[in-house]
């Protein structure tokens, strides 16, 4: 339903996510902290590039949020 790639990541990251109706995104970091966030409507298929140059090394959540449905994938962001 969703996909990170790469992953690990350097600076950006890809984030596929194939539903319908509106999606609803969030990153969190590894103490819980919101760091990114968005709101589409998908019809079948979504991919959104998303700059991480600015965050620091370390595990994000990617939390994808559906009406009725939450999916959370990890994300491990290596600076080089």
């Given at each position: 339903?969703?996909?990170?790639y790469?992953?690990?990541?350097?600076?950006?990251f890809?984030?596929?996510?194939?539903?319908?109706?509106?999606?609803?995104?969030?990153?969190?970091?590894?103490?819980?902290?919101?760091?990114?966030?968005?709101?589409?409507?998908?019809?079948?298929?979504?991919?959104?590039?998303?700059?991480?140059?600015e965050?620091?090394?370390?595990?994000y959540?990617?939390?994808?949020?559906?009406?009725?449905?939450?999916?959370?994938?990890?994300?491990?962001?290596?600076?080089?």
């Amino acid at each position: 339903v969703i996909g990170i790639y790469p992953n690990p990541a350097h600076d950006n990251f890809v984030l596929n996510i194939a539903l319908n109706g509106k999606v609803s995104v969030e990153i969190y970091n590894i103490v819980g902290v919101s760091v990114y966030s968005l709101e589409t409507n998908v019809d079948g298929t979504f991919q959104e590039t998303v700059d991480m140059s600015e965050m620091d090394s370390g595990v994000y959540f990617v939390t994808v949020r559906t009406e009725g449905e939450t999916y959370i994938e990890k994300l491990s962001l290596l600076k080089k």
